[in-house]
């Protein structure tokens, strides 16, 4: 008997890996591969969640009206072109669902983040890879990719492995040369940790567009990665078609109280950032006085390239880290073997890792 079969795309599918957890004789291992909050959730979030527990028997908002007030509050928007989703994942797959068919093209970058190829793929569409320049976005290698068969154009700004980010100038650019019935999708995952002047998340592109969206998350800068919390801005025409297709209960009581606190506390966003700016700078020195190549990041990671040569590659390098209970994030699935990405920790976790690291390039170049 034939055993049934899924739709065309999903046997092309490889799932996604996480960043690994736990390591053999490792306790509590310093985890440093998901790219979680260095300094965890504010405390008023973690409140505004617990207070949700006395009413678990009720079904949550089902359009998360609190929190879409909430974030039109602090960015300016219209709360009737927000959409919240249980993680900015959701709402990826619910845009992929909406536009794309058999026999349409999405396109993402080589390096770009794998749930792009997978959503196309479930959609039953063909991913479309083109390449970076320097580990960056090539805006150019995008274009020359759209055909009349492309509906979706997914760009991480910045990205995630890279830590690298395309001028506001540069997306503005591409959108200009896209189709009316193309998509951009700006996913904006780690916009907030970015301090440069020429970035932009995306906000007024998709203000003044028919064809542009942007997705968030809460996961990362306010730290509420376990909660699957992440909202989107789009034009009224998508919102009403990603509406339809919504789960009607998506994002829970607790998360969208959360998701609330979380954005009134600025104190605590600041202080991610404060720490963030000086951690980044720290590593990037301290482990290029080392002889390891890293990609200049506006993130909450590192990229660190390692050598090729024998007793100094990626994977002998990551062997050695767990073997002091380090986890950091292997990037073959991203097409970069010879990398490990680093979240950014405490100063405890960041100083074991560059000691770690330090010992482990002097004792294999002999010098320890």
């Not at 794309?100 to 479309?128: M, S, W």
């Amino acid at each position: 008997m034939a055993a049934p079969r899924p739709r065309r795309g999903i046997l092309e599918i490889e799932p996604y890996i996480v960043g690994e957890s736990s390591v053999p004789g490792a306790t509590k291992p310093i985890k440093l591969s998901s790219n979680e909050s260095a300094l965890g959730a504010s405390a008023h979030a973690i409140a505004a969640y617990r207070q949700t527990a006395d009413t678990l028997e009720r079904y949550p908002d089902g359009t998360s009206a609190p929190l879409r007030r909430a974030l039109a509050t602090a960015y300016g928007l219209d709360p009737e072109r927000i959409i919240c989703g249980a993680g900015s994942d959701e709402l990826l797959n619910l845009i992929a669902h909406a536009y794309l068919e058999p026999g349409t093209e999405a396109i993402y970058t080589e390096h770009g983040f794998l749930v792009y190829r997978i959503a196309t793929l479930a959609a039953g569409a063909v991913p479309v890879v083109v390449p970076e320049r320097d580990l960056k976005a090539d805006v150019d290698a995008i274009l020359s990719a759209v055909n009349e068969r492309t509906r979706l154009v997914w760009l991480a700004n910045p990205n995630n492995p890279t830590g690298t980010y395309l001028p506001f100038d540069e997306v503005k650019r591409l959108h200009r040369a896209l189709p009316d019935h193309v998509v951009l999708v700006l996913d904006a995952a780690y916009a907030e940790f970015v301090r440069r002047n020429d970035y932009e998340a995306g906000i007024e592109l998709v203000a003044t567009s028919e064809n542009v969206v942007m997705t968030r998350t809460f996961s990362k800068i306010h730290g509420l990665a376990a909660l699957r919390l992440g909202w989107m801005y789009g034009p009224a025409g998508i919102v009403e078609i990603i509406n339809r297709i919504r789960g009607p209960f998506n994002v829970s009581s607790g998360a969208i109280a959360a998701g609330v606190a979380a954005i009134a506390d600025k104190a605590h966003v600041e202080a991610n950032l404060v720490h963030n700016d000086k951690a980044l700078a720290e590593l990037a020195a301290a482990l290029g006085a080392i002889g390891l190549k890293l990609t200049d990041s506006v993130c909450n990671f590192l990229l660190i390239q390692f050598p090729t040569e024998k007793g100094l590659t990626a994977p002998e390098a990551d062997a050695f880290l767990k073997s002091r209970g380090i986890i950091l994030r292997r990037m073959e699935g991203y097409g970069l073997p010879h990398a490990l990405r680093m979240t950014v920790g405490t100063e405890e976790e960041n100083r074991a890792v560059v000691e770690a690291l330090t010992a482990f390039m002097a004792h294999k170049r002999g010098r320890a």
